[in-house]
């Protein structure tokens, strides 16, 4: 039982490259999440998803965009990288939403974009 | 909207020192109350919650109380390792599926 999985742990980008981010977990969780971390502000909501084929907004979804094909995969797609991308992007899921909503976590992808 | 504000780091001290972090809540409705942990390297975890006021989550030597007179979800442990070393994310849930995490504390124990 790996968990959650992200792929790549690092990259750099050049402005107006595009890349995907890579999320699996093995857990059968139907919601999914993308954060990404910038030093000093905590983590903010991308993208989410509840299920295979559902996906919406969260706080900061402008330059991003989500799929959702299948219950264990939720990769999160750049299309034209900016240097305000630079950051730590977080993969989560949970079994359960609403109050009791424990998100378990990858290892992170460290983007920076030059 | 929901707000979490935790004290400022880093928190620098001692091999077996008290640690309390300091957390305070904004949020509509009847929140649940996390502590996540992340350990350099690696993404968040979760310590420890409670889901109703006066509950006391507590998970390897830590504990919180949820503490709706105040608004409080304060992160205590009696006696800190260097391997508590991390960043302590509090975090609270408001709504439906959406989770407002704090800014987060960085602990540093020292031998």
């Known amino acids: 039982n790996a968990g959650v999985t992200q792929t790549p742990k690092f990259r750099i980008l050049k402005i107006g490259q595009s890349m995907t981010l890579q999320c699996t977990q093995d857990?059968?969780?139907?919601?999914m999440y993308w954060y990404r971390q910038d030093p000093g502000m905590g983590l903010k909501l991308i993208y989410y998803?509840?299920?295979?084929?559902?996906?919406d907004k969260g706080e900061v979804p402008n330059g991003y965009n989500v799929s959702r094909s299948t219950t264990e995969d939720f990769p999160l797609r750049l299309e034209l990288a900016a240097p305000s991308q630079t950051s730590v992007y977080f993969c989560?899921?949970?079994?359960?939403?609403?109050?009791?909503?424990?998100?378990?976590f990858g290892p992170g992808t460290r983007l920076t974009v030059l | 909207g929901d707000s979490v504000t935790q004290m400022e780091g880093p928190v620098t001290l001692s091999e077996e020192a008290f640690l309390t972090i300091n957390c305070t809540y904004t949020a509509t409705g009847y929140p649940s109350l996390f502590w996540y942990v992340q350990y350099p390297g690696e993404g968040l975890q979760l310590l420890l919650k409670?889901?109703?006021?006066?509950d006391k989550g507590s998970n390897k030597g830590f504990e919180a109380t949820y503490r709706k007179e105040t608004t409080s979800f304060h992160l205590e442990k009696g006696s800190v390792q260097v391997s508590d070393s991390a960043v302590y994310f509090c975090a609270l849930i408001g709504g439906y599926q959406k989770v407002t995490f704090g800014t987060g504390t960085k602990l540093q124990v020292i031998p």
């Open positions: 857990m059968n969780h139907n919601y």
């Open positions: 998803s509840v299920g295979a084929g559902i996906t």
């Open positions: 409670a889901t109703k006021a006066d």
């Open positions: 989560a899921s949970s079994l359960l939403a609403g109050r009791y909503n424990e998100q378990f």
